[in-house]
């Protein structure tokens, strides 16, 4: 081949007109020389035929579908991401009052308590409620049976086996 010949990536003589299928190789690789940019034309016919294919009607629509499946799949991710911040964000407010009212409970069950004294108490009790304090009489003091002690019944605990090992320890060691 002539393309290999000359170091040449492409045998060029396949783009030449016919006409140039006659020449010989003498006048073929000086008309190379000069025509070294020429631009191939395809006929009106052959073009259209090339662009032309036949589209298979339910790889349109399954492909179709897909589209609509992955766009719906794209907006929904959005929107749900969306809400996802605005619930975020009221969980974060409602921490917010929920702390603010922990220290206002606080707050007001120190005052509660500050107030709660025992002469408080008392006096309320006495004024408001209508009670008195209990008497002597009215008191009734009661004691624990003596009888219901346990008591360990059994061998000198002395002489178990863990008292003679430390026992034993101690003295050599002393």
Do not use: C, W
């Not at 025509?35 to 259209?48: N, V």
């Not at 929107?79 to 974060?92: K, P, S």
């Amino acid at each position: 081949m002539a393309a290999n010949k000359n170091n040449e990536a492409y045998d060029l003589s396949l783009f030449e007109e016919n006409n140039d299928i006659q020449m010989s190789s003498a006048d073929k690789k000086s008309r190379k020389k000069k025509k070294s940019g020429q631009i191939i034309s395809i006929s009106q016919g052959s073009s259209s035929k090339a662009q032309r294919r036949k589209r298979n009607p339910v790889v349109i629509f399954f492909v179709s579908l897909l589209t609509v499946v992955l766009a719906s799949v794209a907006i929904l991710f959005v929107y749900f991401n969306a809400e996802l911040n605005e619930i975020n964000e009221q969980i974060t407010v409602k921490n917010k009052e929920l702390a603010e009212l922990q220290n206002d409970q606080a707050k007001y069950q120190l005052e509660i308590d500050s107030k709660l004294t025992d002469s408080f108490v008392k006096s309320f009790a006495e004024n408001k409620l209508h009670m008195s304090p209990a008497k002597n009489a009215q008191k009734q003091f009661f004691s624990l049976s003596e009888g219901d002690k346990g008591e360990v019944v059994g061998e000198d605990s002395s002489n178990d086996i863990f008292t003679v090992i430390f026992e034993a320890f101690g003295n050599a060691f002393m």
